[in-house]
């Protein structure tokens, strides 16, 4: 019997709750383990005839692969790619509730706030949802404990969250003056490079997190 340890992009329990059907069922495979404790999630599988290449195949059928960085370069691995644009997304989206949720109330009921103090209010807004949209997805998906999944939302996208509604703001106060003229065109023309710039801003940084730490919400 042959034991072979790769290095993978699993990253919680979650992801060995999705391979563990698709491993156990491999007829080749006697005994297999995860371990979740480095940075980067080691697969430890013993069996007959069994090989690397087998074993990413394996992995692929869940959506994950064997990890070879000196083959695919740091910042060459599209599927990281993916999974980060698809991170910065999720936090994207629950910022701009938050943070244009924050911009209307303000506008709609108290027009005369200081420019200076719709931007703060606007940004913690768009951090509260995001953070709670994060623990959400990490609740329902992941089947994290609501007190774990709010403490890995803050901890894990809160650096990206902070780069990202910082960008959105910046580029909405630049284009509008900070105006929400509802019945202006320009205001909503303005919207779409706010977001634009809001999730290429952290996408680098969630790349990074996830490629060298292999660490990220969901």
């Not at 042959?2 to 990253?11: A, G, M, N, Q």
């Not at 404790?37 to 692929?60: A, F, Y």
């Not at 065109?185 to 919207?191: E, G, I, K, N």
Request: proline share 4%; aromatic share 12%.
């Amino acid at each position: 019997m042959k034991t072979i340890t790769v290095d993978t992009d699993l990253h919680c329990q979650g992801c060995v709750d999705r391979v563990t059907p698709i491993l156990d069922g491999d007829n080749q495979i006697k005994s297999w383990e995860v371990d979740l404790e480095p940075s980067v999630k080691k697969l430890t599988v013993s069996g007959d005839n069994i090989s690397s290449v087998h074993i990413n195949q394996l992995l692929h059928e869940a959506g994950y692969s064997i990890l070879n960085n000196e083959k695919a370069g740091f910042w060459n691995d599209l599927k990281l790619w993916n999974r980060a644009s698809f991170n910065t997304l999720n936090c994207l989206i629950g910022c701009s509730i938050g943070d244009f949720g924050m911009v209307f109330f303000l506008q709609a009921y108290y027009p005369s706030t200081p420019m200076v103090w719709q931007m703060v209010l606007a940004i913690i807004a768009g951090l509260c949802t995001s953070i709670l949209l994060e623990t959400v997805i990490l609740k329902s998906r992941e089947s994290f404990g609501w007190r774990l999944a709010l403490k890995t939302a803050f901890g894990m996208s809160f650096i990206s969250m902070v780069g990202m509604e910082l960008a959105m703001t910046s580029t909405d106060f630049m284009i509008t003056g900070g105006k929400a003229a509802f019945d202006d065109p320009m205001y909503w023309f303005a919207l779409v490079p706010a977001l634009v710039v809001g999730f290429i801003t952290p996408l680098p940084y969630n790349y990074y997190k996830l490629k060298k730490y292999n660490k990220a919400c969901h």
